[in-house]
Every structure is written in structure tokens, then in C-alpha cells.
């Protein structure tokens, strides 16, 4: 039985779908298809007594028709810096054992290609995802009417476990690994903070 647990972080993704993914509102992706990079920093969190403080998780997807129907393949990379009891939490709170949102994104993995343990370099302030030789992406705010702040989607199918979505584009985004090699730059990009728990 899964340990009480909760997280609280940033999420940053990029997909291959044109500004404005459709997936917020539950249509069809722009391209057909989604192939897709969620990275997930943990500022603060616990697994029962474990605390997972700092680790982070990048799970990168592609899913052949609406995202929403599952049938994804998909690769899972965690953070080398963690120790025995934390590999083990972060594999069972993001490969969907324990709960909560999670365990939405697990249940529309069909196949996974594979998950490995690696150097994450995460940056909330530059919103910036880096695995060397692996993958890479960092998005660019795309701004709203105020030329202040960038374009938001709020109540989002993620909502509450993730807050208002801030809107943005790819400087750049690509992975290659797993028979997942794609390259996104230019296109959608989204990050929020979230705030994950369960069972």
C-alpha cells in the first residue's frame, strides 16, 4: 500500500503542438499527434517519511492521436541524486502507484520504452529542462495584452493539482533516446506550479 505523500514544485512542458494547444480544451492535437516533454522540479515534497526536497523528473511522451485517450509510449528520466528510498518514491508517485495526478498521466501510458537515472538541470526562473545528450528545451513567454505578463489558461483539465498555466513557445526542444527522437522548437510550450498528493 503506497505511503501518504505530496508535492509541491514547478512543471514545465513543451509538445508539438502550434501555440495554443489544443490538449488544454481536450481536442485534437495541431500535428495529428503529441510528442511531448513534462518536466517536474520538486521544491518541496515527502513519501512518507522520505523527502524528495530538490529532486526532479522529466517524462517524455508521444501519444499517436487526442492525447487524452491514451495509448502513449513513453520515456522516464529521474534524478541521479537520488538515494535508494527516493528512487523508490519517485518511482512509485510517478509511474502512478500512489495516487493523484500522477497516476492520470500514467494510466494513458501504454507502452514505456524505458527509464533511467541521469544529471537533470532544471530552471524555474529560465524555464529551462536539460539531460545532456538527451534532451533539452526552454520556452520563451509568449505575452499577453499588457505586454507585461504572459497569456494564462486558468480551471485547465489539470486544475487544482497544477495553478494557472502560463503560455509559451520553444526556443528550443529536443530529445533524443528510446526510439522517442523529436524536435519541437517553435513550437507550444506551458509551465505552472503544481501541487501534487495522494494516495
Known sequence: MAEKWNTDGMWINSCSCDSGCPCLFYA????????????????????????LDGLNVVIAGHSPKNFWKGNWSAAVYFDQRANEEQRKALETVFGGKAGGAPAIIASLIKTVKGTKYVPIKFSSRDIHVHIPRILEYQLKPTQGGNKKKPITVGNHPFSPAMDTMNMGIASKSWHKGFGLDFDNTGKDGNWAEFHFKGP
Open 28 to 51: 485534437d492535437p495541431t500535428q495529428g499527434y503529441c510528442k511531448s516533454l513534462d518536466g517536474f522540479h520538486i521544491t518541496k515534497g515527502r513519501y512518507g517519511k522520505v523527502s
